[in-house]
Every structure is written in C-alpha cells, then in structure tokens.
C-alpha cells in the first residue's frame, strides 16, 4: 500500500526544471535513500513528497490521516523554548525517563545538552541535532530525512543508522554518506535531469546496477558507431553522385564517431609532482596538548610521542569535542603544545583545509582564483588546465565564472580544496572536506587522492570516504593518547561500546549514552600506567613500530611487483619457479614483520 503517491509532477525553479513528469509512491515500511548532484532536485523532490512544496503541475495523494515528519534542511525551532520543551513537550519527566527508547534517543542525540537551554542559545549542529532527536520521539508512518547525518560524529551516525533501520515507519532520507545509505536503504532513488531513476538496494547495489545499465548502453552506442562505420564505408564506395551531396553530413558522422566518449570512463587518477619528503615528516616527542590552550578545555594529548611519516595515509577518528581538529592545528603549527614538542621536517610542503572557510576575494571570479594559484598542473601523463580541474571537482560551464561572493557553503569549499592542491603539496591536512558535496564530486575527490603521494592526515565522519582513501585509522578515545586502530572503524565503534574510553561528552541533565550506561571511566593516562612503560621506553616502542611499519609497505610492494612478474612470465616455467620462490621468501618475511609488529603494539596497549 502506497502512503504517498506523485502522479506526473513537474516543478522548476526559474529556467531550471527539476522535476519532469514524475510518478512515484512510497510503501509503507519502504526504506529509500535518494541520491544525485548538489542542486539537481533531491531537496526538491522531497519537500513534494512532504506536502511543503506544492509542485507546478501534476497531482500529490497522501493516505488519509498520514504522520509525516520531516527534517528539512532550514531551522525552525523557537529560540525561546528550552531544549526539553521542544524534543519532549509536555511529558513528564517519570514518563519519559521510564520509556527505554525515549532515553536512548537523547543519550545518543543530545547527550552533551541540557535540556535547560534555550535552543537560540545553542550552535547551528546543536539545534540540527535537538530537531532530530525530537521527530524520532514523535510516532510518525513516514520519516523524511534531508542530510541527517550533518554534525553527527561516527558514533552517533551508526547509532541512528540502527535505530532507523529497526523501526517499522517507512523511510525517504537525502544523504551524501554512502556508508549511511547502504545501513538504512532498501531503495534507492537517482535525481538526474528532471527524472528519478529507481534503483533497488542500497548505495553499492545502486553502484552496481548503475555500471551495468551503462554497460549495457556502451554495447549498445557500440552496435550503433558500428552501424554507422558500415554506413559511411558503403557510401564512400557508391558513385561520385551520391557521396558529393553529403559530403559534409559524411565528415561530421566521422568527427561524432571520432569524439564519441564512452558511457563510462575511468577517471585518471591525479599524481602531483610532489618534493620528496625525505625520514622526517611529523615527529611529536612528549607532546601534552589541551584543546582550549595550555591547561584550558578537555586533555587532548598527554605526553604522546608519535610519528607521521612519509606516505602515511591516516584516519583520525573519535567523538564531537575530542580534539581532533586541534591535533591538526596542533601539526599546521597554528597552535602550540602545553609541553613536548612537534619535529617539522625540513621539505615539508603543507595543505591544511580546516572546517573554517579561507578568505577568498568575493569579487573575483571562481576560474581566475584558482588561476591565480596555478594555470596548468601535470598529472601523470597529462596536462590539466585549471578549467578542467574546476570541472572534475562540480563547477561545470558558467557555473567557473561565478562571482566568489554568490556562491555557496559547498561551493566555496571545493573551491578551496582546489586551491590547495593547485599549490602541489606533499602533506595534507583535511578537516571534514566533504561537507556538503554530493556523491559524485566525492567520486572525483577519491580518485584526486588515490595515487596521490603525499602524507595524508584526515578528519572526516564520513566513514566511507574515512575507509576509502587511508590505509589505517588512529583514535582519540579520551586518555590522551592516538590508538591505533588495525580494525578501522569498526573496532572503534567496539571499543567505545565496551566502555574502554573515556568519553569526550560533557553534558548535563541527560542520561550518558546507551553503550557507555554503567561502564566506569578509564582515568586518563591508566593504560601507560597498566603496561608500566616510562617515556622513554613507550617513545622507543613508537619508533620500532613505525619501522616495523615502513617494512610491511616494502615487503608489500615487493610481493605486488612479484606477483606482476609471475602474470608476465606465465608460459615461461624456469622463470616462474624462480619467481615463486621469491614469492614464498618474500611472504615468509612479511608473516614474521607482522608477527613483531603485534607484538610491538601489544606491549604499547594499542
């Protein structure tokens, strides 16, 4: 049975339409995450759903007596009314303490708030989040979520990916979080070009389907370029009379066959001509660091020594306040430790994209500013100009002579993105960098940064981008000290469940989290005191698990080029037995490294 129906819906705003002729419903217990580029018409397509947009033509049908809520994308909350009054309303505090599911949505939303505040005292993340919390409260047959999992961390999003996923409501929800789409969607919905093309799973059903409707249609253009190649050889043959006349129509099908990209390319991957690093990349020797200055905030780090080197790709992962964008400031050298120090090395050539915007001349033009940076930049093989940059990064066409000053949040950040990496850095140091870009744009970013060869260090709580471009993951768990994570996300998530860290939520007048309730606090500093280490030994285990580290990746990139060899050498078999050989000695050294490393890590507690 349908809840919501859309019988040829057609809507535009100015020139632009968004919606064509569109005919949908929605089913009750239907789960469908919808997808497609910034501005393309999924906010739109949504508010139609919701009834808070009236399309231009074509009918909308709601069942009657349907509970819809909505979480738009604009704040309406009243700036006078506490946080208890707006998420709860007018229970009682017996009546909803006792309710397990009301607590628990609390203690994972807005576990950091007290329900006290005012909500026009609160900041734009804390409003979004209170909204939320409240329409999950609420009993509706119909949730309609547009970009729920802005300014939650990667806790809270797999928390509500669960919660959302366990409920009976059906679900339309507009995320760019793939990893988010694939845990809540059963459905999938593309806007493109006015159309909603429906797909059935989630994100990496969706990719799969995609690739083979577009398989399907190169086979097809294939048979057509074919068709045409014989048409033209037949006319080239025919008498002078008949091929004089379309001689021109002859020449531009050549040139359309000539041009004709496939349906689906490959995008090369973007190789910056970056300045040898050298040993030496970050090196924090008995670093303390507070996140409000010296001895002021929460305890970020407590006399951690640690290295960052050459090619490291790393994820830093932990919760909303737990100091992550201070330990890339901290390594920017925009803030100095309490104590200890940071070791720069001397080629060091730095990107830092912070969550705040850079100042950019709003009177200049998108092309010129990145011009300004650098015209062309060689990639591989390939020389790019700055133009077809802006393009592989959303700034189509007009859209690269825009005035700075018009445009958008998401907008300006991947303009400055590719300012930064115009400069041709070799280290990079990303904060958040996909806010609000869609799918898409996240592609292209990927493969930007998957032959980079830099030092990447990201922040980001979009954990399929996290797991996408760095090869491990570290946490900030609240004990001062960067873990290391050999089970990425997942093992955080486990971590934190079982209570093993301190928790980084300071609030008031709500329970703690679900998965924290009854667990006692780790001190901070309790595990160096558990495994008995002094400075000085932990410092010296750090250095031994970097190079154990630096070997695996030597040892790993030894057992690709073997392995190449051997495909080469397939029907020579005196080479291929010596090549093997190589192989198993080779793979032999890689088990006892990683046998070391273990044992390394285990003595550091990590």
């Not at 100095?336 to 070791?343: A, F, L, Q, T, Y």
Request: proline share 4%.
């Amino acid at each position: 049975m349908n809840l919501v129906n859309l019988e040829s819906v057609s809507h535009a705003y100015g020139p632009k339409p968004l919606l064509s002729d569109v005919s949908l419903g929605v089913e009750a217990g239907e789960r469908i995450g919808v997808v497609g580029r910034n501005g393309g018409g999924k906010t739109t397509l949504l508010s139609v759903l919701a009834g808070t947009v009236r399309p231009d033509s074509g009918r909308v049908t709601h069942n009657r007596g349907l509970r819809v809520g909505f979480l738009s994308q604009q704040d309406t909350l009243d700036p006078g009314a506490t946080v208890g009054e707006i998420v709860l309303g007018g229970l009682a505090e017996h009546e909803w303490a006792g309710d397990q599911r009301v607590r628990e949505i609390l203690a994972n939303l807005i576990g950091d708030l007290d329900l006290g505040s005012r909500a026009g005292d609160l900041s734009g993340g804390e409003r979004r989040r209170t909204a939320l919390a409240k329409l999950l409260i609420d009993d509706h047959d119909l949730i309609m979520l547009d970009e729920p999992t802005n300014h939650l961390d990667i806790e809270a999003i797999a928390w509500l990916a669960g919660h959302l996923a366990g409920s009976k409501s059906a679900l339309v929800v507009v995320t760019h979080d793939r990893w988010f789409l694939d845990a809540v969607s059963t459905r999938t919905w593309e806007v493109v070009d006015g159309r909603v093309e429906r797909y059935e799973g989630g994100y990496a059903a969706y990719v799969l389907a995609k690739a083979e409707r577009a398989r399907i249609a190169q086979a097809a253009e294939e048979r057509r370029q074919n068709l045409m190649r014989k048409e033209i050889a037949w006319l080239r043959r025919g008498p002078p009379a008949r091929t004089s006349k379309p001689k021109f129509r002859i020449e531009a099908a050549q040139a359309l066959i000539a041009n004709e990209p496939p349906a689906r390319e490959t995008v090369e991957l973007m190789r910056f001509a970056a300045a040898r690093l050298g040993k030496t990349v970050y090196d924090l020797e008995n670093v303390t660091l507070h996140a409000g200055g010296p001895g002021a905030g929460p305890l970020v780090l407590d006399h951690l020594t640690w290295q960052f080197g050459p090619g490291d790709r790393i994820g830093l992962i932990g919760v909303n306040g737990s100091g992550k964008s201070s330990v890339l400031r901290l390594l920017a050298d925009t803030i100095k430790p309490d104590s200890g120090r940071v070791v720069r090395g001397k080629t060091v050539r730095l990107a830092h994209l912070s969550q705040e915007l850079g100042e950019v001349d709003p009177s200049r033009r998108v092309l010129e500013s990145v011009e300004e940076v650098r015209k062309y930049l060689q990639l591989g093989k390939r020389e790019w100009t700055a133009s077809q940059l802006l393009e592989r990064l959303g700034f189509r066409g007009d859209a690269q002579w825009k005035v700075i000053g018009d445009l958008s949040g998401g907008e300006r950040r991947r303009l400055q993105l590719l300012r930064l990496l115009m400069d041709d850095p070799n280290v990079l140091l990303l904060d958040e960098p996909t806010n609000d870009l869609d799918i898409e744009t996240l592609n292209e970013l990927e493969d930007l940064l998957d032959g980079w060869p830099g030092t990447l260090i990201l922040v980001s709580h979009d954990r399929y981008f996290l797991e996408r471009v760095t090869d491990r993951c570290v946490a900030l768990l609240g004990d001062g000290k960067l873990s290391l994570l050999p089970g990425g996300v997942d093992e955080y998530l486990e971590r934190r469940a079982a209570g093993t860290a301190v928790t980084a939520r300071l609030g008031a007048g709500v329970p703690a989290p679900a998965a924290e309730a009854g667990v006692p606090a780790a001190p901070a500093g309790a595990a160096a005191e558990q495994g008995g280490l002094s400075a000085k030994e932990e410092r010296e285990l750090r250095k031994e698990l970097n190079r154990l580290e630096r070997q695996l990746d030597k040892l790993s990139d030894q057992e690709s080029r073997l392995h190449a060899a051997m495909a080469d050498a397939a029907s020579d078999y005196a080479k291929l037995g010596s090549l093997d050989a190589q192989l198993r000695e080779i793979t032999a050294q890689k088990d006892t490294v990683e046998a070391e490393w273990l044992e390394v890590a285990d003595r550091l507690g990590d």
